[in-house]
């Protein structure tokens, strides 16, 4: 059953209260990663919070190629600030997104995709607050470059709610990788906080799309840490 516009923004405004929570305390956020509960608490908690359940073992689609990402140990090789900046990079070329689909969506669903990227801003600048001076400002070239034939390619609501929704679940798995590589533990909780308001976006437009639990928990009942069902640094370097 698909959810209807007035249900998506009532669900929106429970993962923007989801979101304003996890940056109030961003800064503070340093100690001890819970890495089981952290990665299980936005999906889920979102859509118990909708009174949906149940969990799903199957891969979800990706919008980056899979045959062209390299090993994890690419990846692994980056320290936590340069983790932090390619984070940024990827924030911001969701914003990018965001933005080119934005012209199809009806003004019913509009203000949610507004209200989206308005989060993926924030995730930026919290992003670039751990980078430091290192952080650049700048989208992701690389990965907007694969990403538009996909744009390109978007014609109508549906195909934009499924174009965000993918490119929703490959950042929660990039960053789901992130925690298993980053060292420091302010910046390990920092990308925690981050990680299930990201994932509630992917739920909520998938409840939209009239998708099931399938989709849902595309990767299972935690989420995946497979950088292969993410967005590889190692093939998308900030320039």
Known sequence: MQTSPKELRQMAGDIDDM???SM???ADEIGE???GDELKAGRRAFL???AIGGAALTVGSS???ISSLLSSAGARQLDDTAIAVFAESVELAAVEAYKAGAPLLSAEVLPVAELFLGHH???AQAFAGIAGDAATG???AALIEALMPTIQGLSDEAGVLAFAKDVENQAVATYAFALTALQDPGAAQGTATILPVESAHAAALSLALGEGPDQWFPNGAFESADIAQGINPADFPVS
Do not use: M, W
């Open 19 to 21: 979101h304003r929570d």
């Open 24 to 26: 109030r305390t961003f």
């Open 33 to 35: 990663l819970h890495f």
């Open 48 to 50: 118990k919070k909708a």
């Open 63 to 65: 919008l980056v190629p």
């Open 121 to 123: 801003q924030e995730h």
């Open 138 to 140: 700048e989208p992701n």
